[in-house]
């Protein structure tokens, strides 16, 4: 464009690059104004329907957990039956092996219900404390002892405060008592 005397005509062509620039910068604003809506709107999730339970992995879940309290059981009942019923001299060595049979069968059913889905969970549970309890950073033996001091005074200290407060108060009750 040609400039007059005056520049009014580059003015105008200025003013119309700014209204232009003004009018994107508000459809700016107003996209990321819709777009933040849109990140703060909370999505409603329809439940599921017809969902099915599933099904445990170990089909015979039920089974093994009652062979499991059947095996608890008949160590219980067969204790109080062998003791009750049986006469033995509680000397022998027949005491020892009734000992050693109820406790070979109370490890029996506490074998199987390791093979249980809860067992399993138990056992995955046991392994990943281990694997946590081997990165725990354990303190030196001279800061272990330490502490162990610190806390042996402080139990020290605070069972003579008790005991000093109890003579107290039990010759504050016989004074009034008297």
């Known amino acids: 464009m040609s400039e007059n005397k005056n520049g009014k005509q580059v003015n105008a062509a200025n003013s119309k690059k700014e209204k232009t620039a003004n009018a994107v910068a508000k459809n700016k604003k107003t996209d990321l104004k819709v777009a933040d809506a849109k990140k703060n709107e909370v999505k409603k999730v329809e439940p599921k329907k017809n969902v099915k339970a599933v099904p445990s992995a170990n089909p015979f879940d039920k089974l093994l957990w009652l062979l499991s309290f059947a095996l608890l059981a008949a160590a219980v009942g067969g204790n109080y039956y062998y003791t009750q019923f049986i006469m033995i001299d509680e000397s022998s060595l027949a005491r020892l092996g009734r000992v050693a049979i109820v406790i070979v069968t109370i490890l029996a059913g506490l074998a199987v219900v390791l093979f249980t889905n809860k067992g399993k969970k138990l056992l995955a549970f046991g392994r990943d404390s281990y694997t946590e309890l081997r990165k725990v950073v354990w303190p030196a033996r001279n800061e272990?002892?330490?502490?162990?001091?610190?806390?042996?005074?402080?139990?020290?200290?605070?069972?003579l405060f008790l005991y000093v407060c109890d003579l107290a108060f039990l010759q504050i009750v016989r004074l009034i008592t008297l």
């Open 144 to 159: 272990a002892m330490q502490t162990t001091a610190i806390v042996f005074v402080a139990v020290v200290l605070v069972s």
